[in-house]
């Protein structure tokens, strides 16, 4: 429900604020007085498309802020579309457009997309009016209060699974016949890359040992050298350092008993004349290894070219073309026993939509089953709000589509994941005429009392199905007396579980609010604003429902029956 609303600059709306109750909530107010504009303000929240023209004279922005406290199961649905909640259930939605025509959308304080905020607020607010109406129980969102009415969640997710799985299944049927009819060339092609690089026998070890390699044998000449210059250096005559290094050591080896010092410099020298003489070993060993061998290197650089050219072709480094080996070992070995596989395929694909038609089919007869009740529910409903030439009914079509895999009734039908029914709900506004769309026919008055038919009889059926707060808006057009009564005691049965708002012009359905909001316009340094005020006291009350009934001229007898009205819409909500 909503506790808390703020809007500023819209239209001729400086700044209003308000704390709606958990019940009913009427607006009421002079005709342009501005009470649309808190319907606009909800639409807006709730991702209607915002306009700069709707922002107030000499504003550079307009806002609007409302505070929701959500049930526990749709503050779940929240954590789940990402909006982080705290364990108070409350969400904060804040929307801002301004003159240039960039506005943002916060959710408790996390900026999200219009298109976010629409997801969230399906499930937390309805708004009943002309266009809301229209949009929401035509197609496809009718069938949602129908599955809603008639109790089909586990039939839908059954049949959404098993669309998911047969166009799994579709494609990779899709794959492999794409794979089938390219087989010859693909077969071709897999063959020749896996003889080639099966041919090169490659190792990802050798690429490194090559280059390694290959700069010894270019540099062999220098090597042989080098090497060879060292060695006599350090071992090759008396002269050398190993020779000198010797000789030190045997001019301090008398001394080494005796002084502790020397013994240490002794044995420093005997560790430099051991590491001295690896040092030639190895110099020695790299100059007998080093040969200058033109054939092996001409070997060595037409390996490394063929190496850096499959890596080129199938991957930047050999384990890259070792894995496309593998892989194109795999395809050729698939497409081998195509037509096994395809058969499997095909297998599984058919079985896949079966499953699908039969999940589909089931909850198309339930769907059928529900229509009947459902209609014969809002039907009653209807009656009682004085439109008892009003005929309703409730249609399930298909959708002819080409090319299409299901067959209904000998014709091609569309499908999805939600089924193949297309729902539709006809009116006859009188007797003996043919039903027809009801959004062709019905007026904008008609049309909230029969999104009221709707709300009654689904809230009937399942109590907690509702949103948490429903808008209805012109839902007295066209009524009065004892009609307005019956609106007025139907809005307080879905307030008993849900907050309601309504905007009236009547007092018959004023008097059964339990939270009362009065909305008129006040001239101040040479502009118009709108104001909103809660009417608290009942006498306040009994003077705005007195005003309702008596227009300008207010008179005790007005305010006589405006206090009876009152009175008998408060009775009315008493439990008995």
């Keep these: 429900m909503i506790s808390y609303l703020k809007v500023r600059n819209l239209a001729i709306v400086e700044e209003f604020a308000i704390e709606p109750g958990s019940a009913l909530n009427v607006l009421t107010g002079e005709t342009g007085a501005g009470k649309s504009l808190l319907i606009d303000s909800l639409e807006f929240l709730s991702g209607a498309r915002g306009s700069s023209d709707s922002i107030r004279s000499g504003a550079e922005k307009m806002s609007a802020e409302a505070i929701f406290h959500l049930p526990g199961e749709t503050g779940q649905l929240m954590a789940v579309r990402g909006i982080e909640m705290d364990e108070s259930g409350e969400l904060i939605v804040r929307r801002e457009i301004s003159t240039n025509g960039r506005g943002r959308v916060l959710l408790n304080g996390s900026p999200v997309a219009v298109r976010d905020l629409v997801g969230a607020m399906e499930s937390i607010i309805e708004i009943h009016g002309q266009n809301e109406s229209h949009q929401r129980i035509a197609g496809q969102s009718f069938r949602e209060l129908l599955d809603q009415y008639g109790g089909h969640r586990d039939q839908i997710d059954r049949t959404a699974s098993a669309y998911r799985s047969w166009g799994e299944a579709q494609a990779q049927l899709g794959e492999l016949r794409g794979a089938v009819r390219d087989r010859e060339l693909r077969l071709d092609l897999l063959k020749y890359q896996i003889d080639e690089i099966g041919k090169a026998r490659l190792d990802p070890a050798e690429e490194e040992e090559l280059r390694t390699e290959r700069t010894l044998l270019t540099h062999s000449g220098e090597i042989l050298t080098a090497t060879a210059g060292s060695f006599m250096l350090l071992d090759e005559d008396d002269s050398s350092a190993l020779a000198q290094i010797g000789r030190a050591r045997s001019l301090l080896h008398p001394l080494s008993s005796r002084i502790e010092s020397v013994a240490g410099m002794a044995e420093e020298l005997e560790e430099i004349r051991i590491r001295l003489q690896e040092l030639s070993r190895s110099l020695s060993a790299m100059g007998d ?31 890259e073309v070792l894995r496309h080996f593998q892989k194109s070992s795999e395809e050729l070995e698939q497409l081998n026993d195509h037509e096994m596989a395809l058969a499997k395929l095909q297998t599984a694909e058919s079985k896949a939509f079966d499953s699908y038609a039969d999940a589909a089919g089931n909850l198309s007869e339930r769907r059928r089953t529900a229509s009947a009740e459902f209609q014969a529910a809002i039907q009653a409903e209807l009656d009682d709000l004085a439109m008892e030439r009003t005929t309703v009914r409730l249609e399930l079509t298909t959708l002819a589509a080409r090319d299409s895999r299901l067959m209904l009734d000998g014709r091609e039908t569309a499908f999805g994941p939600e089924g193949y029914d297309r729902i539709e709900i006809l009116i006859a506004p009188n007797r003996g005429e043919e039903p027809r769309p009801m959004q062709k026919i019905a007026s904008g008055g008609e049309l909230s009392r029969i999104q009221l038919a709707i709300a009654a009889a689904l809230f009937k059926h399942s109590p907690h199905s509702a949103a948490a707060t429903l808008v209805f ?24 579980a849900n907050q309601v708002i309504c905007v009236t012009h009547l007092p018959q359905i004023a008097g059964f609010g339990s939270t009362h909001f009065r909305v008129w316009k006040e001239d101040s340094a040479g502009h118009t604003r709108a104001r909103i005020a809660r009417l608290d006291s009942a006498e306040e009350r009994v003077d705005e429902i007195a005003r309702m009934l008596g227009g300008t ?9 405006a206090r009876e009205l009152l009175e008998r819409g408060q009775a009315a909500s008493q439990p008995a």
């Design 553 to 561: 001229s207010v008179t005790e007898s007005a305010k006589a029956h």
């Design 473 to 496: 808006d012109e839902i007295d057009a066209g009524i009065g007396g004892a009609v307005a009564e019956v609106v007025g005691r139907k809005l307080r049965e879905l307030a008993a």
């Design 289 to 319: 290894s080093v040969r200058h061998d033109p054939r092996r290197l001409d070997e060595i650089e037409d390996r490394l070219a063929l190496i850096e050219r499959l890596k080129k072709k199938y991957g930047g480094s050999i384990e």
